[in-house]
């Protein structure tokens, strides 16, 4: 088997030679470059399986070599070496054409990491030269109040494709996979922003799919659902007997995702004292479980995801700064519903067949007279709210057919985002259509609101019944007021999280 060949390029001559040693002994056969002009020279004479460059260099920067690269040589994967901290060169780095970057001080675990993920790259371009990603696009139509980056991508997709679950055929899911494809080749940390019932978590599965870290568990966390006093534990694990009811050794979640991906869902829920924990584990790529004398190493790739503006939340003081640039190195918005009304033929015809198969009937067909209404509803829910949608029309509509009727669309959706965005965060969105339905949805009954009209509208129901009835009644208001939004909903509500997760399976609500 032929050695496989990696060029270093950096001015410094101790670190050029602690970066020969340890590719050395990895088996790879090393050259070295100072100087940009030198480099070129270097890639000119022969073929590199990798390519590692400082940022700043004598006679120029290593952008200029990775444009070279992605320019004369896109079958050499290349990766960028930065200052510690300096987020916005590496955001930089991977627009122009790495697929990695790497901070000093060098850990050399991460840079051996990266050197794997990088040949399997390679390997992968002379398997499939179609799969070669472009360097990122500058972000078109869109503004960014945060100092990551807003991905964008004008050009066509690769050949690969993302999960099948990211469905939708409008301009804005097609670009939404091609910045998928781009941002999954990389290690670097991605946040996801968008309204609830985007469809986040979703993407963000698609980023681990599309990644070297595929093999890999895919571990998701709603930061919110976890109660305050267990989440040391349940993200770093805990050893037998370090608290009461640590009856054995419990392992965490950074631990679960080793050598895959982490996903931190609703980010912004997390307090502050855990919010310094989690800063150390995914600085340091250690934990220490709960009770252990020593910290464990772990190699996760950090995903996370919020319908909040976590930029407005770091001037609140709510969300520590350091923390958000940690996690915010490329940021990836998800397309609202709206924006995207062109693909509810598609959704709404899938979510039926699911809905059909799950029921073991065959599902209805979708009227134009309901599609019609659908395409005048603003979504405050979003997918989720037009799956809520349609589960309930199957239900109440007769026949094969699915009604405007059928849907009995609230006439006092609310039409923007759930909060008001600080400049530049959403970026400008679509017009919405008018907010009132093209086909009015018949009037529905005005839910109770206290025990005795529950009883008295039943004919005097027993009390369980009666109850269960009022809480229903109660949790689906909260629910509707705030966009199905469960956090916002428990809050209202005066209950847990937790509590109310456990109504909503007990009322059968979800």
Not at 448 to 469: C, F, I, Y
Request: aromatic share 4%; glycine share 6%.
């Amino acid at each position: 088997m032929q050695t496989q060949t990696a060029l270093v390029i950096d001015d410094e001559r101790d670190i050029r030679e602690l970066l020969v040693v340890t590719l050395t002994r990895m088996g790879l056969r090393v050259e070295t470059a100072s100087t940009v002009i030198s480099a070129k020279q270097q890639l000119a004479a022969q073929t590199f399986d990798f390519c590692l460059t400082d940022m700043r260099l004598p006679d120029g920067s290593g952008m200029e070599i990775l444009a070279h690269i992605s320019e004369h040589y896109p079958m050499t994967p290349a990766a960028m070496i930065t200052a510690f901290g300096n987020m916005e060169a590496a955001v930089e780095a991977l627009k122009a054409g790495a697929f990695d970057f790497v901070a000093k001080p060098v850990d050399l675990g991460v840079l051996r990491d990266l050197v794997r993920n990088a040949l399997k790259l390679r390997a992968e371009r002379s398997a499939s030269p179609e799969s070669i990603p472009q360097a990122f696009a500058e972000p078109a139509n869109t503004a960014s109040g945060h100092n990551g980056a807003t991905a964008d991508a004008t050009k066509p997709a690769p050949a690969r494709q993302c999960s099948p679950r990211l469905r939708g055929e409008s301009p804005a899911m097609e670009q939404l996979r091609q910045t998928i494809a781009k941002v999954a080749r990389s290690q670097a940390p991605v946040y996801i922003w968008g309204e609830s019932g985007t469809g986040k978590e979703l993407t963000a599965r698609s980023i681990h799919e599309e990644s070297p870290r595929a093999s890999g568990p895919f571990i998701p966390v709603n930061c919110g659902a976890i109660p305050a006093e267990l989440m040391e534990s349940e993200f770093f694990g805990h050893k037998k007997g370090s608290f009461t009811g640590a009856h054995a050794d419990k392992e965490g979640l950074f631990q679960a995702a080793h050598g895959g991906t982490l996903f931190l869902d609703e980010v912004a829920e997390l307090p502050l004292p855990m919010q310094v924990k989690l800063l150390h584990a995914i600085q340091e790529k250690t934990v220490r479980p709960v009770g252990a004398a020593a910290e464990i190493k772990v190699d996760v790739r950090i995903l996370s995801a919020t319908h909040k503006d976590l930029a407005r939340l770091v001037d609140e003081g709510k969300f520590r700064h350091d923390l958000y640039y940690r996690i915010n190195v490329i940021e990836l918005r998800v397309p609202p519903l709206r924006e995207r009304r062109s693909d509810l033929p598609l959704l709404a015809n899938d979510i039926l067949q699911r809905l059909g198969q799950s029921h073991g009937i065959t599902p209805p067909v979708l009227d134009e007279s309901a599609l019609a209404a659908l395409n005048q509803y603003p979504f405050p829910g979003n997918i989720r709210e037009l799956e809520n949608l349609l589960e309930r029309a199957m239900t109440m509509s007769d026949g094969d057919r699915i009604l405007a009727d059928d849907l009995h669309l609230p006439s006092n959706a609310p039409t923007g985002p759930l909060e008001a965005p600080t400049p530049g965060f959403p970026p400008t969105a679509v017009p919405l259509a008018p907010a009132t339905p093209a086909y009015p949805p018949t009037p529905a009954a005005p839910a109770a609101t206290t025990l005795s009209e529950v009883m008295d509208g039943e004919n005097g129901l027993a009390l369980p019944e009666a109850v269960e009835q009022m809480e229903r009644a109660t949790i689906e208001q909260a629910l509707l007021a705030n966009r199905y939004n469960k956090t916002k909903t428990a809050a209202q509500l005066g209950i847990t999280f937790r509590a109310l997760r456990y109504k909503l399976k007990k009322l059968g609500i979800e």
